[in-house]
């Protein structure tokens, strides 16, 4: 009695759970599909913390239907590294091609690869906004193919796309409040180039310069733990 009752409890979670599974998508041979990173190691030196989820796109070379399984050409670095090529289906995820009907002569961006020039790892598409926690200030980051996440501020330090937000909202610091109290709660003027003037908002005709209090300071390269620190 014991043994049929824990037997129709296992027949019972089964069926729950295939309600709730979604349907595996499917791919065929010679489509290309992104890979996740939840399972690779990566290269020494290579820092996860604004990785990626996904690599690629991959061709699909072969389609084993039975265990919903698929082998993926991969880079020569990644074979040298004896990565089993083939994957389970809920580590891919659909490339969409780029359409030059609707987008002419605009290139579409993929995911960094390990055989990638170093200078495009950070595949950061902009950096869109910024919040505050306490003390610690975090960065909205959008990434290429979509996907938004909260970075904090050593990890973004470095990013391209910092130094464009900074730009941006320098430009605009006469008609943000936000800015004003970013600027304040740092005690710093940022300058997107440590090597030229900060970067100031036009005139108006007929109104005098602004002037930046004694507290305010041009960021340099060589006060860049100064500002670390203020913002960890």
Not at 5 to 21: C, D
Not at 35 to 62: C, H, V, W
Not at 136 to 161: M, N, Q, S
Request: hydrophobic share 35%; glycine share 4%.
């Amino acid at each position: 009695m014991a043994h049929d009752v824990i037997i129709e409890s296992r027949t019972h979670q089964t069926f729950q759970a295939n309600k709730l599974r979604q349907e595996e998508p499917e791919f065929t041979t010679g489509s290309k599909v992104y890979l996740s990173m939840q399972n690779l190691a990566l290269p020494k030196g290579r820092a996860r913390k604004l990785m990626p989820k996904f690599i690629g796109p991959y061709e699909i070379t072969d389609v084993h239907v039975a265990t919903s399984n698929y082998t993926l050409e991969l880079l020569q670095e990644l074979k040298d590294r004896r990565i089993l090529p083939i994957f389970h289906v809920s580590l891919l995820r659909r490339h969409e091609s780029n359409d030059d009907v609707l987008f002419l002569h605009r290139e579409a961006k993929s995911y960094y690869d390990f055989g990638d020039d170093v200078e495009t790892e950070w595949l950061v598409d902009e950096i869109v906004g910024h919040r505050w926690d306490g003390n610690k200030i975090e960065f909205h980051v959008r990434w290429t193919l979509g996907d938004h996440t909260w970075e904090p501020y050593a990890h973004c330090k470095e990013l391209a796309a910092l130094d464009k937000y900074f730009t941006l909202i320098t430009a605009n610091l006469r008609k943000s409040r936000a800015v004003k109290m970013l600027q304040k709660r740092l005690g710093t003027h940022i300058s997107p180039n440590p090597n030229k003037e900060s970067v100031r908002p036009r005139e108006k005709a007929g109104t005098a310069p602004i002037q930046m209090s004694s507290q305010h300071q041009i960021v340099t390269s060589s006060e860049s733990k100064h500002v670390e620190d203020r913002l960890s």
